[in-house]
């Protein structure tokens, strides 16, 4: 598997523990607080996910304006 795609994954999952916890009242509690944790650990790995791709998409935006030829140094 891709690093992409286990971050792809990684996203997946945070959204779908977000809206497990949306649904809370159809939870027992300790289904509850296994998916808050487990969504809550996943918080900050989102984050850093989130400005990866980010960073990413600025370095493409960069590099094509750098290959434009209109574009004179």
Known sequence: ???EAKLDKILSRHQ???DQLVKANEM???EFAKA???YSDLNEIV???KS???AQDQLKSLDKE???PGLDA
Do not use: A, N, T, Y
């Open 36 to 38: 808050s944790k487990e």
């Open 52 to 54: 990866l791709r980010s």
């Open 47 to 49: 984050d850093l996910i």
């Open 1 to 3: 598997m891709s690093l």
């Open 28 to 30: 027992s509690s300790q």
């Open 66 to 68: 750098l290959s434009d």
């Open 16 to 18: 779908q523990l977000g």
